[in-house]
C-alpha cells in the first residue's frame, strides 16, 4: 500500500509540473490574486518535493538524522497551510475586487497561521509505519490538521458572503477543491496516513487554475495582446493600490474602412502590428536621463522586471475594437520621446505579409494624476472612449491630453444626457416652429418644427445639434422621436390644423430611428391614437441617414409610403450627395441646406453660384419641389425664387417661435386672404 501510494505521489507530481510550466510559459497580469495563486503554485512545488523527501526520512531512519527528517516535516506541513491560507487569501481578493486587505483583518485572519507556525516549530511529532501506511501524531500534526480545517471553514464561508462578485461557477469550483482537501484532511487525521492531501491540493489547484487564471480569459488571440477583462483588472489594482498611471491609446479612426477593404481577421493584424510597434516604440525608454532615471529607480530594477516579464510595463491592452492602449507608472515627463516616436508611426503605413495598409490613426494620452476626480475605473475608461470618439487625427496633430477642457467637454456631455433622460421621463421637451414661405403662392404654406430641451436653467440653451447625436449614442433616440412625434400629432389635432387648411406636417428621423424595425408600426399607432390621417404626415431623412442605412431604411420607407406618408431628404448638401440612390428614392421634397446657399452670397464666389445653380435644375428635372433652409436677406429670397426654388426658410421671415406664438402668425397671415398652411415638424 506504501508502495501504491508513493506511485501516486509520483505521478501527482508530473501532473502538477504539467499544470506549473503551462503557468509559467503564459504571460501574466500582476494582480493581487495572481499572487496569491502564485504562492500556492510555488508552495505546492515545494510541498510535493517534500513530501517525498519525508517520506523517505521517515523510511530510512538509519540513514536520515531526526533533525534533518523533522526538518522535511515541518516544511512539508508549513507549505501545505500556506497553500490553503493563500487560497483564503485569494478568494477574498478576487470576491473584493482586487481591493488591499486593512491590516487589523490582516493580523486577525493570520492570528491562527501564526500559532500553528509555533506549533510547528516547536511542537512533537511522532510517526510509525506498517507495511501498508505511515501514521503520524503528536502537536504538529493536530496543529496541522486543525489550521488546515480552520482556514478551509474560512475560505466556503467567504464563498457564500462574497456570491454577488463571483461566478456561480467559479464559487463551485473553489468549494469542490476546499471539500475534497478538508475531506483528505480528516480521512488522514484518524487513520490513513499522510498521502492523500497532496492529490487533493493538485486537483485543487487544478480547478482554481481552469476556472479563474486560464490565460485565454485575459489573452485578445486575434491582436496577440491582453485583452479588455485585463484591462478593467489592471486599472482596478493599480487605482486601489494608489498608484497614478498613465494611458496612451492608440484609436484607428478609419476602422471600418479597413474592414472593409480588408476583412475582419486581415483588420486584426493590423491592429496587431500596431500593438507590437506601441511595445517597441513605448519600451525603449531612457533608463538613464532624469527624471526618468530617478522614476525607474524609484520603481525599482526587480519590480520592473517583474512588471516587464508579467506583461505590465511591456504590453499593450486590446481596450476597445478600434483601440490599442499601453498602460505604465512612469510621469508623463518620462514619455516624451516615445509619444514623438509613436506619433511618427501610426503616420506611416502599417505593413505585414504581403499588404501595405494607410491607416489615419490619433493618440489619446490620460494621466490618472490629472484625472484624478474619478469615483472608479469605469469613469477612466468613459473618458478613453469619449476621447477616441471626439479626438481624431488631423495635419497638425495626431497626438491628444487629457487636460482640464477635455474633462469640462465630457462633463458637459453627462450633464446634457442627464437632462435628456430627465426630459424624457418628464416629457420635458417642447416644439418650436419656423414658417416656409411659399414663393409662387406668395403665402406661407409650410413651416419646421424643432424640438428644444425646456429645462434651460442647469447649463443654458443646448442646441438639438449636440443633444440629438448624445441621444443616439446613448440608445435614447428611439424614446425621444417618439415623444416628438406625439406632440406634434398632440398639437395638430387639438388646433384642428388640418380644419386651418394645413396640408401636412413634416417630422424628421434620425439614422437610427430609419433603421429601427418597429417604427412603421410605432408612427402608425400614434396617428390612429390621435386620427391623424397617414397623408397629413411627411417624414423628412437626412442625405447621410440614406447613404448609410442600407435596406431596412427602404423597407420602411416603402411600408410607411404605403400607408400614406410621404417623404423629403433633408440637408441636402451636407453628406454624401449620392445622385443615384435619390434616383432609387422617390422624394416629394428636397431640402437645400445653408452650406450650399451662404457661399454664393459671399463676394466673389462665381463656382458656389455654378454649384448651387446646377444642383437646383437637376432637382427640378426631378420633378421635386425645392425648400432652401438659411434664407437670411430679401436678395437670397428674389435670387433664390427667381432660379426656380419654391420653399423658403430662414430668419429673414420668422425664427423657431413656439406652439402659441406660431398660431399667431398663421392668424395675423392669414387676415390677408386666403392661406393654406402647413407645418413641418423634426429632431
Given at each position: 500500500?506504501l508502495l ?27 494582480l493581487l ?18 513530501n ?22 515541518q ?23 482586487q481591493?488591499r ?23 512533537d ?11 503520524a ?21 467567504s ?18 477543491g ?45 491582436t496577440n ?11 482596478e ?11 496612451i491609446s ?15 481577421d486581415?483588420?486584426n ?9 506601441m ?5 525603449q ?6 527624471p ?10 526587480q ?9 505590465f ?26 509619444l ?13 505579409d ?14 490618472t ?10 469613469e ?32 458637459r ?10 426630459a ?7 416644439i418650436v ?5 411659399h414663393?409662387?403662392?406668395g ?6 418644427a424643432?424640438?428644444?430641451?425646456a429645462d ?67 408612427l ?60 432609387e ?35 427640378r ?11 437670411e ?16 426658410q ?5 425664427r ?7 398660431l ?11 392661406a ?6 423634426g429632431?
Amino acid at each position: 500500500m506504501l508502495l501504491l501510494d508513493t506511485r501516486l505521489l509520483i505521478v501527482n507530481i508530473l501532473f502538477f509540473g504539467v499544470i506549473f510550466v503551462d503557468y509559467l510559459r503564459n504571460k501574466k497580469l500582476p494582480l493581487l490574486s495572481n499572487k496569491c495563486f502564485s504562492v500556492m503554485l510555488y508552495c505546492t512545488a515545494v510541498n510535493l518535493v517534500f513530501n517525498i523527501l519525508k517520506i523517505y526520512a521517515i523510511v530510512h531512519t538509519e540513514t536520515v538524522t531526526p533533525p534533518v527528517s523533522r526538518f522535511c516535516n515541518q516544511v512539508f506541513y508549513l507549505t501545505l497551510i500556506l497553500v490553503v491560507v493563500a487560497l483564503y487569501w485569494y478568494v477574498e481578493i478576487l470576491g473584493n475586487q482586487q481591493k488591499r486587505v486593512k491590516f487589523k483583518k490582516l493580523a486577525k485572519r493570520m492570528l491562527p497561521f501564526g500559532l500553528a507556525l509555533l506549533l510547528i516549530g516547536y511542537g512533537d511529532l511522532n510517526y510509525y509505519y506498517d507495511d501498508s501506511q505511515i501514521y503520524a501524531s503528536g502537536s504538529m500534526a493536530i496543529a496541522f490538521q486543525v489550521t488546515v480545517i480552520f482556514y478551509c471553514l474560512l475560505i466556503i464561508r467567504s464563498t457564500f458572503r462574497l456570491k454577488n462578485t463571483i461566478a456561480k461557477e467559479n464559487l463551485l469550483a473553489i468549494r469542490a477543491g476546499i471539500v475534497l482537501l478538508m475531506a483528505s484532511s480528516m480521512i488522514q487525521f484518524f487513520n490513513l496516513g499522510l498521502l492523500l492531501s497532496s492529490v487533493a491540493v493538485t486537483l485543487m489547484i487544478l480547478f482554481i487554475y481552469l476556472s479563474f487564471e486560464n490565460p485565454k480569459e485575459y489573452n485578445d488571440e486575434a491582436t496577440n495582446s491582453f485583452n479588455k477583462r485585463a484591462f478593467h483588472l489592471m486599472l482596478e489594482e493599480k487605482k486601489e493600490a494608489g498608484k497614478s498611471l498613465v494611458l496612451i491609446s492608440v484609436v484607428l479612426d478609419d476602422l471600418s474602412r479597413i474592414q472593409t477593404m480588408m476583412g475582419h481577421d486581415n483588420t486584426n493584424q493590423v491592429l496587431a502590428v500596431v500593438g507590437a510597434k506601441m511595445n517597441t516604440t513605448m519600451s525603449q525608454i531612457p533608463l538613464l536621463q532624469e527624471p526618468c532615471g530617478a522614476a525607474r529607480r524609484k520603481i525599482g530594477r526587480q519590480q520592473q522586471k517583474h512588471m516587464a516579464k508579467h506583461g505590465f510595463l511591456s504590453s499593450v491592452y486590446h481596450t476597445r475594437s478600434n483601440v490599442m492602449t499601453y498602460l505604465t507608472e512612469l510621469p508623463l515627463s518620462c514619455l516624451t520621446e516615445p509619444l514623438e516616436a509613436l506619433s511618427r508611426m501610426i503616420a506611416e503605413p502599417v505593413v505585414f505579409d504581403h499588404f501595405t495598409v494607410a491607416i489615419k490613426a490619433h493618440i489619446d494620452v490620460i494621466c490618472t494624476e490629472v484625472y484624478r476626480d474619478q469615483e472608479n475605473c469605469d469613469e477612466i475608461y468613459e473618458m478613453m472612449n469619449y476621447m477616441a470618439a471626439h479626438n481624431e487625427a488631423t495635419a497638425e496633430t495626431n497626438c491628444y491630453f487629457l487636460d482640464a477642457d477635455i474633462i469640462a467637454r465630457k462633463q458637459r456631455t453627462n450633464t446634457i444626457e442627464a437632462l435628456v433622460r430627465k426630459a424624457i421621463e418628464t416629457g420635458g421637451f417642447e416644439i418650436v416652429y419656423q414658417p416656409i414661405y411659399h414663393a409662387s403662392a406668395g403665402q406661407f404654406l409650410s413651416a419646421e418644427a424643432l424640438v428644444r430641451l425646456a429645462d434651460t436653467d442647469i447649463i443654458g440653451f443646448v442646441s438639438p445639434e449636440e443633444f440629438i447625436p448624445i441621444a443616439e449614442k446613448k440608445g435614447l433616440i428611439i424614446e425621444l422621436g417618439e415623444i416628438v412625434f406625439e406632440k406634434v400629432c398632440a398639437f395638430a389635432r387639438q388646433q384642428q390644423l388640418q380644419e386651418k387648411g394645413i396640408a401636412y406636417i413634416e417630422v424628421n428621423l434620425s439614422g437610427i430611428q430609419c433603421v429601427h424595425p418597429d417604427l412603421p408600426g410605432q408612427l402608425t399607432a400614434i396617428m390612429k391614437k390621435y386620427q391623424i390621417p397617414p397623408d397629413f404626415i411627411n417624414l423628412e431623412i437626412t442625405e447621410t441617414a440614406l447613404v448609410e442605412s442600407g435596406e431596412m431604411l427602404q423597407v420602411n420607407m416603402q411600408r410607411l409610403r404605403n400607408a400614406g406618408c410621404s417623404f423629403s431628404m433633408d440637408d441636402f448638401g451636407t453628406g454624401y450627395s449620392n445622385l443615384s440612390r435619390m434616383a432609387e428614392v422617390v422624394y416629394d421634397l428636397v431640402k437645400l441646406d445653408k452650406s450650399l446657399i451662404w457661399p454664393c452670397f459671399e463676394e466673389e464666389n462665381p463656382k458656389a453660384t455654378a454649384i448651387l445653380e446646377s444642383v437646383i435644375w437637376m432637382l427640378r428635372q426631378l420633378g421635386v419641389n425645392i425648400v432652401a433652409e438659411g434664407v437670411e436677406t430679401k436678395e437670397m429670397a428674389d435670387y433664390l425664387s427667381s432660379q426656380g426654388v419654391t420653399h423658403l426658410q430662414g430668419y429673414y421671415y420668422s425664427r423657431p417661435i413656439g406652439e402659441a406664438a406660431y398660431l399667431s402668425f398663421l392668424a395675423a397671415k392669414g387676415e390677408g386672404g386666403s392661406a393654406a398652411v402647413s407645418t413641418a415638424a423634426g429632431l
